[in-house]
């Protein structure tokens, strides 16, 4: 004999049961793809594995590439800065040498200026230095394998 709750829940489960009957036609027009076999879905599978890293690819030689440019431009001001604090150090070891002699004011004036400029470029310079590289590759990877696990699974 048939519990109650299992006989209130019958007629509900012929409801759905029909609605998905119904409903199934209206699916496969949704969906255009013929049945396929599981050879043939093996082969899609892999083929959009394949166009996914060749594209992965693509956009992680571009973000290289930008990276690249910014490592440049760092490196130039990096250089300069390096350039203006050797002259600087230089002018005031001039200065601390004329401060023998009269007059090393200038000098030493000249060469706080330079070490000031050097200070200047060489923060310019590392804040153009990438900290994370490749950082949206790597969240496109990481989302990609996101997705394919939960495909696979």
Known sequence: MMEPRTRQLEPRTRQLELRTRQLEPRMKQLDPRPESSTTDLVKEAIAEAKELVQVEVALARDEIEQEISRAKASGVAL??????????????????????????????????????????????????????????TRGRLESDVRLLRERVV
């Open 79 to 136: 250089g300069a800065a390096a350039a203006a604090g050797l002259l600087g150090a230089a002018l005031v070891l001039v200065a601390l040498a004329l401060a023998i002699s009269p007059r090393p004011l200038p000098a030493l004036l000249i060469g706080l200026v330079l070490i000031a400029l050097a200070v200047v470029m060489g923060l310019v310079g590392y804040r153009q230095v990438p900290k994370r590289p490749l950082e949206r």
